[in-house]
C-alpha cells in the first residue's frame, strides 16, 4: 500500500538480500560509484519511466486521426456548454 512520503525526511533504509547487494556491490565497483549515488540514480531512472509510462494515453491510429480531425474542424458547441460558458465569471 502506497505511503505518504516524509518531506522532511532525506533519509532511506532498505533491507535486502545478502545476493542482491552483492549484486549492486559488484555494480557500484565497475561504475566507480557510491551505491548510494548508483541506487538513487538508477531508481530515479525507474520512477521517471513508471511516471511517464502511466500518464501516457496510447491511441491507436483512428482514434489518432479522430483528436486531429477534431482539432482542425470542431464540432459546434451544444446548450450545455454554452450554459457552462455563460456561467463562467467574466475576465477582467
Given at each position: 500500500m502506497p505511503q505518504n512520503p516524509v518531506e522532511t525526511n532525506s533519509?532511506?533504509?532498505?533491507?535486502?538480500?545478502?545476493e542482491e547487494k552483492a549484486l549492486l556491490m559488484r555494480a557500484v565497483?565497475?561504475?566507480r560509484t557510491s551505491l548510494t549515488d548508483f541506487v538513487v540514480?538508477?531508481?530515479?531512472?525507474?520512477?521517471?519511466?513508471?511516471?511517464?509510462?502511466?500518464?501516457?494515453?496510447?491511441?491507436?491510429?483512428?482514434?489518432?486521426?479522430?483528436v486531429?480531425?477534431?482539432?482542425?474542424?470542431?464540432?459546434?458547441?451544444?446548450?450545455k456548454l454554452?450554459?457552462?460558458a455563460q456561467a463562467l465569471p467574466e475576465a477582467p
Open positions: 533519509r532511506m533504509s532498505l533491507r535486502i538480500p545478502a565497483t565497475l561504475e540514480r538508477t531508481a530515479v531512472e525507474a520512477a521517471r519511466g513508471v511516471i511517464e509510462q502511466a500518464e501516457r494515453a496510447p491511441l491507436s491510429e483512428r482514434d489518432s486521426l479522430r486531429l480531425e477534431l482539432l482542425e474542424n470542431p464540432p459546434a458547441p451544444n446548450e454554452m450554459k457552462a
